[in-house]
C-alpha cells in the first residue's frame, strides 16, 4: 500500500517561512493532483491548495494566497513554501492525492484518495 509521507513541519515564530514536503513511498505512484490541507484544534479540515499532475494548475484558498505556494517536486512528491506565517496558521498540515479521477471540486476532503499522516506546523507570537 502505497503511503504518503509529509516531513518540514515545526515550531517557527510569526513572520517566518516553512516548507513542507510530501513524498509516496512509490515513486511511480500516479497522481490527477495532490493538495494541501489542515486541520486547526476543533475546526474542520480546510483545503489550502492543489496541483495537477503536470505541476501546471495549482488553486489556492484565499486565505493563503499569495502567502503560500504548492510545487511539483516530482511525479510523485509536492512541496509547499508557507511565507508570512502567523499563529492563526497552527495546525496539523495533510497532504492528499487524488488517484482514481480528475479533481473537479478540490476543497473537498472527498476528492482524494490518499491521505498523509500529517506534520504539526506550530507559529508562535
Known amino acids: 500500500q502505497v503511503q504518503l509521507v509529509e516531513s518540514g513541519g515545526g515550531l517557527v515564530q510569526a513572520g517566518a517561512s516553512l516548507s513542507l514536503t510530501c513524498a509516496a513511498t512509490d515513486r511511480t505512484f500516479k497522481t490527477y493532483a495532490m493538495a494541501w490541507f489542515r486541520q486547526a484544534p476543533g475546526k474542520e479540515r480546510e483545503f489550502l491548495a492543489t496541483i495537477s499532475w503536470s505541476g501546471i494548475n495549482t488553486i489556492y484558498a484565499d486565505p493563503v494566497k499569495g502567502r503560500f505556494t504548492i510545487s511539483r517536486v516530482n511525479a510523485s512528491a509536492v512541496a509547499l513554501r508557507m511565507n508570512g506565517l502567523t499563529p492563526e496558521d497552527t495546525a496539523v498540515y495533510y497532504c492528499?492525492?487524488?488517484?482514481?479521477?480528475?479533481?473537479?471540486?478540490?476543497?473537498?476532503?472527498?476528492?482524494?484518495?490518499?491521505w498523509g499522516q500529517g506534520t504539526q506546523v506550530t507559529v508562535s507570537s
Open positions: 492528499a492525492a487524488a488517484t482514481l479521477a480528475a479533481v473537479t471540486s478540490p476543497e473537498s476532503t472527498d476528492e482524494y484518495d490518499y
